[in-house]
């Protein structure tokens, strides 16, 4: 069977095209291209001309137009580039009767290679987001590669050309007639009678170029469509032989155990049970902290020219954005600024870290948001529980009091998640998440553990009054839906435990408002059906939640479907921080969760987003960068209010879930570093709470707003990353250059009319961030990227990295006032206009 798959494919309409593969087994093919391939890792076996060559990463073979060959590998990539001859110019097609000797794993100087792959290097480069133009720059590239064919690697003409074509287009009539009529009765006779040759040379070509010969290679054909036809599990083996074109059974079976050492019935039973496996959906067996960068392209990045050619090709253009002008004497529609509803830091304790005190203090004074969301409020860490020799419990409230007071005195409120699981009240004590441990078990005891929210809930109704404790929402646990992470693999254990704990807490009061467990958005929006059966069970024993929590970060959690790939592709692609490709992906996900919570009936609209980020990584290095800035002024401007929050998490680089790194600027998710420096997205957060409550008009990088008095708009160029960045790979990005994923690079200057305005003369404010200014990470840069060792270093960073404010009176004429604003890439600008009395 053909065992690969694309991990990203470079679509071009020039006559050159490649992709980037997982190889494990890529039978017996041919083209009427010459193709390259170039191994990125691993170890790869091609089998051409009756030939076997093992190529190691960094080696290249180039595959002749026609050559049958099959391609094998072992945790094996390759980069795959073909150039079809016949889409080329015509004075230059006597090329394609060239063969050319280029194979790198058989030749001991390895120096002559070098060319062909900085050329290699330098088409994926210029490639990644490719310029408007770069079928052109491709068909150059096309040129320079035969150039160094022709030069290098012994171009000779094949003196049988054209009969070779004859024949070439014979086997493709034959293969297209096999390939269409396999279930028939097919022999060299009826061939020959087909096509009008004799049996004796069409037995000849076939073996000749397929490398098979005629009857194996219908063999194969028919097994290929059988193997399919026996995941059906009500078709009988008896049928699938029949309907594959094999004469008896007894010849399908020996064919079969010949091909894949199984009897059919055997196979089928190993693969039913490889799909109940792998077909479980993804989200619940991924653990997302074991997600990296794939770094396959590092040997290839090697070759690209020092000086940075593809800078000279991508130079930045300007787009002109010019807006239809916009009434300003409009009504507008009421906004709730549900972005400011939470924010989230990752546990309780890290609430009680001065500097992140610090920062939270800040935070408040500069944005202001409503809820706090944390984990870990009962981990041991809090010595909330412990037992007396008795068994009974004993509680302890002076840490959580610690977090709830501080939370309170700065003016906001916990969103309270109830987890994680005591040491000494867990069923598994054994069973631990994040680096500094939090216990993922169910209790020992169901009354203790009811015994402990009780209490606790009564607790804080004695210390902060009633009415106050009811405007906390309420939930259980995290992402219950991850089984090999925060879940169990018995769900309807974890159902009888949120039950449980619902019903607790409303007997206390039922004003308090609870919540569903937070699970992934895939989780509601896909085909999982965990969230289905966790709403039906509710129903049933009348626990329905208040309001629905979910979770959203753009990467490819649930993966390509299991059962296109083995199960060795597959374990190492699940590996990947592999991101959805979708610009879009947060609010197509909104509307696909909307759409299944309204078919299913949940009795509920409320939906909170209470975990979101560009990234689920702590180490994704975009995170710093003022990429992060854009993507969070057009994600929160385009879903503005459609959902009851937008949680970012999270507040700081302060983690307890995985290792906490030296470097400062290491891609953590956190708006502050570690020493309280803002990082540019802090400001885009900023720039949202001056928002005014009425929305007048908002579309493709504009948001506008108004007060009542005054006019506030935000604009932003965003620019998506790249697919191949998408897929995993980093190509050329590097600690201290990051912006490589985004090769477009463009300005964009918008001309955005505002009209019906009633003064004569206005003060226009703008506060921009871009690279310049705003992003302490690019100031850091310009620093020379050195650790800071003094405060003032840490002081000094802090002023530099401001954002740039500038004012300025213009004159409204006509009652039109034009706002023209040019925008560097990922810049976020927010605009103030105030009339001049």
């Not at 196979?267 to 989200?283: C, D, P």
């Amino acid at each position: 069977m053909n065992i690969n798959h694309e991990l990203v494919n470079f679509n071009t309409s020039s006559p050159l095209q490649f992709s980037v593969l997982a190889i494990e087994n890529l039978e017996r093919y041919w083209h009427q291209s010459i193709e390259l391939l170039y191994v990125l890792s691993g170890n790869a076996q091609v089998y051409c001309r009756n030939t076997q060559y093992n190529l190691r990463e960094d080696d290249i073979i180039l595959i002749n137009m026609f050559d049958v060959h099959s391609v094998s590998g072992n945790k094996c990539e390759v980069l795959s580039l073909k150039i079809d001859f016949s889409a080329l110019d015509p004075e230059i097609s006597h090329y394609s009767q060239k063969r050319f000797n280029c194979n790198s794993s058989i030749e001991t100087d390895k120096t002559k290679f070098t060319p062909l792959k900085k050329l290699i290097a330098l088409i994926i480069k210029n490639n990644i987001n490719p310029v408007d133009s770069i079928d052109l720059l491709n068909k150059s590239y096309i040129y320079k590669l035969l150039y160094l064919l022709t030069t290098y690697f012994k171009g000779e003409y094949n003196s049988n050309y054209k009969d070779t074509n004859k024949n070439i287009e014979r086997i493709k009539n034959i293969v297209n007639y096999i390939n269409e009529h396999y279930r028939e009765k097919i022999s060299l006779n009826s061939l020959g009678e087909t096509f009008f040759l004799s049996t004796p040379y069409i037995s000849k070509i076939f073996k000749e170029y397929i490398g098979l010969s005629f009857s194996d290679y219908l063999t194969e054909i028919r097994l290929s469509h059988a193997v399919k036809d026996l995941a059906n599990p009500n078709s009988k083996i008896e049928y699938v032989s029949e309907r594959n074109g094999f004469s008896n059974t007894r010849s399908f079976v020996a064919a079969f155990k010949n091909k894949y050492n199984y009897l059919p019935s055997k196979y089928r039973k190993k693969e039913e049970t490889n799909y109940i496996r792998q077909k479980r959906n993804m989200t619940e067996s991924i653990n997302y902290f074991a997600l990296n960068h794939n770094t396959s392209f590092n040997r290839l990045v090697n070759y690209l020219p020092k000086s940075n050619i593809s800078a000279e090709i991508n130079k930045s253009n300007t787009e002109i954005y010019e807006i239809e002008a916009i009434d300003t004497s409009v009504k507008g529609i009421p906004l709730r600024h549900t972005f400011k509803t939470l924010i989230g830091i990752g546990k309780a304790k890290n609430i009680l870290i001065s500097e992140n005190q610090h920062m939270l203090t800040e935070m408040q004074r500069d944005i202001g948001f409503k809820y706090i969301r944390f984990h870990g409020l009962l981990d041991d860490e809090m010595m909330f529980y412990s037992e007396n020799k008795a068994g009974a419990p004993e509680l302890c409230f002076t840490y959580i009091d610690l977090v709830i007071d501080f939370l309170l005195s700065i003016n906001i409120k916990p969103f309270m998640e109830l987890s994680f699981m005591p040491k000494e009240l867990a069923l598994d004590s054994n069973r631990t998440m994040f680096l500094i441990p939090s216990v993922i078990s169910l209790p020992k005891s169901m009354d203790k553990w009811n015994y402990s929210i009780e209490i606790l809930i009564k607790h804080f109704i004695s210390r902060y009054g009633r009415k106050e404790v009811e405007s906390w929402p309420f939930f259980l646990w995290n992402e219950p839906d991850l089984t090999k992470m925060f879940g169990f693999e018995n769900k309807n254990d974890f159902f009888e435990f949120y039950k449980e704990t619902y019903n607790t807490v409303k007997k206390i009061s039922p004003l308090i408002s609870f919540g569903s467990s937070p699970v992934f958005s895939d989780t509601i929006a896909g085909s999982n059906d965990w969230i289905d059966t966790f709403m039906d069970y509710c129903k049933l024993n009348n626990c329905l939640p208040d309001f629905i929590n979910m979770h959203f970060y753009p990467i490819n959690l649930s993966g390509e479907d299991p059962t296109t790939l083995s199960q060795k592709v597959h374990a190492e692609m699940r590996r990947r921080l592999v991101y959805i490709e979708s610009e879009n992906a947060l609010k197509e996900n909104i509307n696909r969760v909307k759409n299944r919570i309204k078919a299913n009936n949940w009795n509920t609209d409320k939906l909170y987003l209470i975990g979101w980020n560009s990234s689920i990584s702590h180490n994704e290095l975009l995170n710093d960068t003022v990429y992060k800035s854009a993507y969070i002024a057009k994600n929160i401007l385009e879903n503005y209010d459609s959902l009851e929050s937008f949680g970012y998490w999270q507040v700081s680089d302060f983690t307890e879930e995985v290792k906490i790194s030296d470097q400062l600027y290491h891609g953590g998710q956190g708006f502050f570093t570690y020493n309280r420096i803002k990082k540019s997205h802090y400001y885009i957060f900023q720039m949202l709470s001056k928002l005014g409550d009425k929305l007048i008009k908002k579309g493709d990088g504009f948001f506008i707003t108004t007060d009542g008095n005054n006019i506030q708009i935000m604009l932003y160029n965003y620019e998506h990353f790249s697919k191949l960045y998408a897929s995993g790979e980093i190509f050329d990005l590097t600690f201290a250059n990051r912006y490589t994923p985004f090769s477009k690079q463009n300005s964009l200057k918008i001309i955005l009319p505002l009209k019906k305005l009633f003064e004569k003369k206005y003060q226009i404010t703008e506060t921009i961030v871009n690279k310049s200014y705003g992003s302490s990470f690019d100031k850091w840069l310009e620093l020379g990227g050195l650790p800071l060792e003094h405060l003032e270093d840490i002081d000094y960073l802090k002023f530099a990295s401001l954002p740039r404010i500038q004012k300025r009176i213009e004159t409204a004429e006509n009652n039109i006032l034009t706002i023209t604003a040019e925008l560097e890439p990922h810049e976020v600008r927010f605009i103030e206009i105030k009339a001049v009395l």
